[in-house]
């Protein structure tokens, strides 16, 4: 069955950078995008971003650009987001989703991971 | 402020049918399919209805989704109390080199 597994939860201080990782399984981990969607408590989902596994391409929230980087190693069907220059409003729940559809006409996703808490605090 | 919007709550009896609409525009609704994501307390989402009118496998029927010009709305009928909770549409949208859309969510209450 198709699972994406994250790390763990992570405290980190502003200024700072999170990597969270994503591990896929049960499926083959370069045939299908992975999306990062982030959601603040008690607030709706914010969409980060996409990653093509197979070519390492990928494609930024404006909101995000410079800030965030999303790679892959193959390897070991693992996903990896991060996110620099911390602040206060980037603590929120980070998911990993699988990206699935042709183009941007039918583009949804179709599994999640569990989600990372990061608390961004001094 | 979302790009598409969505009422923020919505209630129901047990058995009635409740929809919640989601209103975009040109480039995003306008122009792709529409999907909607339910969230129960404390879970990550999971897809309910994908390119604007189809449910995945093990989502029952009850779930129904339409779209039409630049709004679509979900329909749950035969509301159960397992129902509460919160439902998100999502799009594609066009500009900016291309994203994803969210709608700031609609909390469901079952009464």
């Known amino acids: 069955q198709v699972q994406l597994v994250q790390s763990g939860a992570e405290v980190k201080k502003p200024g700072a950078s999170v990597k969270v990782s994503c591990k896929a399984s049960?499926?083959?981990?370069?045939?299908?995008?992975i999306n990062w969607v982030r959601q603040a408590t008690g607030q709706g989902l914010e969409w980060m971003g996409w990653?093509?596994?197979?070519?390492?391409?990928?494609g930024y929230a404006q909101k995000f650009q410079g800030r965030v980087t999303m790679t892959r190693n193959t390897s070991i069907s693992t996903a990896y987001m991060e996110l620099s220059s911390l602040r206060s409003e980037d603590t929120a729940v980070y998911y990993c989703a699988r990206g699935r559809g042709y183009g941007p006409l039918v583009y949804y996703f179709d599994y999640w991971g569990q989600g990372t808490l990061v608390t961004v605090s001094s | 402020q979302s790009v598409l919007t969505q009422p923020p709550s919505a209630s129901g009896t047990p058995g009635q049918r409740v929809t919640i609409s989601c209103s975009g525009s040109?480039?995003?609704?306008?122009?792709?399919?529409v999907n909607w994501y339910q969230q129960l307390p404390g879970t990550a989402p999971k897809l309910l209805i994908y390119s604007n009118n189809q449910r995945p496998s093990g989502v029952p029927d009850r779930f129904s989704g339409s779209k039409s010009g630049t709004s679509a709305s979900l329909a749950i009928s035969g509301l159960q109390s397992e129902d509460e909770a919160d439902y998100y549409c999502?799009?594609?949208?066009?500009?900016?080199?291309?994203?994803?859309?969210f709608g700031g969510g609609t909390k469901l209450t079952v009464l």
């Open positions: 040109s480039s995003n609704i306008g122009s792709n399919t």
């Open positions: 049960g499926y083959t981990f370069t045939s299908y995008d």
């Open positions: 999502a799009a594609w949208d066009d500009s900016l080199n291309g994203h994803v859309v």
């Open positions: 990653m093509n596994p197979n070519s390492g391409n990928t």
